[in-house]
């Protein structure tokens, strides 16, 4: 069994910065990829960030040189730094991680956090 929980949403008004953090909790799993993705109302769920175990991190357009993305790997934590915000940066950010079981190697599940609500206005 494999928990995300995410932390550090909340209310930020425009230009402001905020830090996401999600913890991977349970055992016998080795995470390749972790991620954050968002959604706003109305809207289909997007890509914001990702980072592979080797350190590959990848940033959809709109968050490239205001978003962070870093990984403890040990821990099983993924953070999301987040600058200068705008108000089309308000939605749900959920936190993703794609893992392999001890016991199944070469198949990869994706599991997803609950979503923290980050809201930016003034």
């Known amino acids: 069994q494999v928990q995300l929980v995410e932390s550090g949403g909340g209310l930020v008004q425009p230009g402001g910065s905020l830090r996401l953090i999600c913890a991977a909790s349970?055992?016998?799993?080795?995470?390749?990829?972790m991620g954050w993705y968002r959604q706003a109302p109305g809207k289909q769920r997007e890509l914001v960030a990702t980072?592979?175990?080797?350190?590959?991190?990848n940033y959809s357009d709109s968050v490239k040189g205001r978003f962070t993305i870093s990984r403890d790997i040990a821990k099983n934590m993924v953070y999301l730094q987040m600058n200068s915000l705008k108000p089309e940066d308000t939605a749900v950010y959920y936190c993703n991680a794609d893992l392999s079981w001890k016991y199944a190697p070469h198949v990869q599940y994706r599991y997803w956090g609950q979503g923290t609500q980050v809201t930016v206005s003034s």
């Open positions: 349970g055992s016998d799993f080795s995470i390749n990829v």
């Open positions: 980072s592979t175990s080797s350190g590959i991190t």
